[in-house]
């Protein structure tokens, strides 16, 4: 069972790029989530779905956008990628309770 | 909005009992969770506490209670590995299916 998985583990960007962050789960689960986690400042939450086609926005949305096609697959878009974005991304679902989160392993990002 | 308070940083010695406390503002919460990251790893989860009281699990337990808008995560018998960020986190009402996270407690485990 592999969980929530997450690619890339690492990537760098130069300033303006846009990229594409996947994360997929194998648990059935219908909410995900992507939090990005800069030191001193926890977890952030970006965006978030409930199911295939609905996602929201969370705290700190502008720069990324994302899409729930199939209830597996929740891709973060960078569009144009700037300095700020910096961080270290975190994936996540959770069944219908929402009482235990499973997070994919990260994705390190440096913008330069 | 929610707001969590966590101390920065806790030290303890092997063997030893710590309380790593969270304190809150928030509109309405269904429930407290606990996770546990090392070195910037995936956050695992430990216990979450719907209602006021003592969770226990194994050499950890959670406590939660709405009055004082306040909890604590406890771990006894500490190991090594212990060693580790340590994240309360709350399931809003507004915004059920997501978390919002404290800042962390770094918990550093000495021999």
């Known amino acids: 069972n592999a969980g929530v998985t997450q690619t890339p583990k690492f990537q760098v960007l130069k300033t303006g790029q846009s990229m594409t962050l996947q994360c997929a789960q194998d648990?059935?689960?219908?909410?995900m989530s992507w939090y990005r986690q800069d030191p001193g400042m926890g977890l952030r939450l970006i965006h978030y779905?409930?199911?295939?086609?609905?996602?929201d926005q969370g705290e700190v949305p502008n720069g990324y956008n994302v899409s729930r096609s199939t209830t597996e697959d929740f891709p973060l878009r960078l569009l144009s990628a700037a300095p700020s974005q910096t961080s270290v991304y975190f994936c996540?679902?959770?069944?219908?309770?929402?009482?235990?989160?499973?997070f994919g392993q990260g994705t390190r990002l440096t913008v330069v | 909005g929610q707001s969590l308070e966590q101390p920065s940083e806790v030290t303890a010695v092997e063997g030893a009992i710590v309380q790593i406390n969270c304190t809150y503002q928030?509109?309405?919460?269904?429930?407290l969770s606990w996770y546990q990251q090392h070195d910037g790893g995936a956050p695992t989860f430990l216990s979450y506490?719907?209602?006021?009281g003592l969770e226990e699990t194994g050499r950890f337990s959670s406590f939660l209670s709405r009055s004082d808008s306040y909890g604590y995560l406890l771990l006894q018998e500490l190991q090594m590995k212990d060693s580790a960020s340590y994240f309360c986190?709350?399931?809003?009402?507004?915004?059920?299916?997501?978390?919002?996270f404290g800042k962390g407690t770094m918990l550093l485990v000495s021999p």
């Open positions: 779905s409930v199911g295939a086609g609905i996602t």
């Open positions: 648990m059935n689960h219908e909410y």
């Open positions: 996540a679902s959770s069944g219908p309770h929402n009482t235990e989160a499973f």
């Open positions: 986190a709350v399931r809003p009402l507004s915004g059920y299916s997501t978390l919002t």
């Open positions: 506490n719907a209602l006021d």
């Open positions: 928030t509109s309405g919460f269904y429930g």
